[in-house]
T-cell receptor
């Protein structure tokens, strides 16, 4: 049972345009969400996160939007750069109850930014 | 953020053998985590390793198959025992940041079992 779903295995955008990566979740207990970026032969690196008490969090070119009622979050990258080409993983956790370390990941979306 | 290294970076092994993967962190950390990423799948938590205590395994993972050591606050090993081709995966260790919701990952060990 995939509790975190990234339904688009890949996405291709032009440099300078907006990249929108989507993520859906089914577990209503999730209250903290993270995006990780992964280059080939490297481990995932933390990008940005959002708590369920917010609906938006911004960090430079990266913005994450959370729609709790739809159990949906998205990562916007504006403007997209060729160096953003990587696999992006959405992850979720339950921040209370002592298991806040347990991250549930989606399968990832490969973003390709074309020059 | 912590700097994490793993050895080996990759290996090709024969079925029925075992492989031990090492994870070294440049700072002392309380909790270390081991993940598996099977081809085309998401990262799945195998177990949590605390120094001085037995590892805590997630559903579907058992100590006999994936024994873990945590001898000190900067080092851990994961052994993949009696391997089969289904164990072909990337194995990653991670540590928690100041907020445990955020984790820092090692580069991973790509294991192929023939």
């Amino acid at each position: 049972d995939q509790q975190v779903k990234q339904n688009s295995p890949s996405l291709s955008v032009q440099e300078g345009r907006i990249s929108i990566l989507n993520c859906d979740y089914t577990n209503s207990m999730f209250d903290y969400f993270l995006w990780y970026k992964k280059y080939p032969a490297e481990g995932p690196t933390f990008l940005i996160s959002i708590s369920s008490i917010k609906d938006k969090n911004e960090d430079g070119r990266f913005t994450v939007f959370l729609n709790k009622s739809a159990k949906h979050l998205s990562l916007h990258i504006v403007p997209s750069q060729p160096g953003d080409s990587a696999v992006y993983f959405c992850a979720a956790s339950v921040s209370s109850g002592g298991s806040n370390y347990k991250l549930t990941f989606g399968k990832g979306t490969l973003l390709t930014v074309n020059p | 953020s912590a700097v994490i290294s793993q050895k080996p970076s990759r290996d090709i092994c024969q079925r029925g053998t075992s492989l031990t993967i090492q994870c070294q962190v440049d700072s002392q950390v309380t909790m270390m985590f081991w993940y598996r990423q099977q081809p085309g799948q998401s990262l799945t938590l195998i177990a949590t390793a605390n120094q001085g205590s037995e590892a805590t395994y997630e559903s579907g993972f058992v100590i006999d198959k994936f024994p873990i050591s945590r001898p000190n606050l900067t080092f851990s090993t994961l052994t993949v025992s009696n391997m089969s081709p289904e164990d072909s995966s990337i194995y990653l260790c991670s540590v928690g940041g100041t907020d445990y919701n955020e984790q820092f990952f090692g580069p991973g060990t790509r294991l192929t079992v023939l």
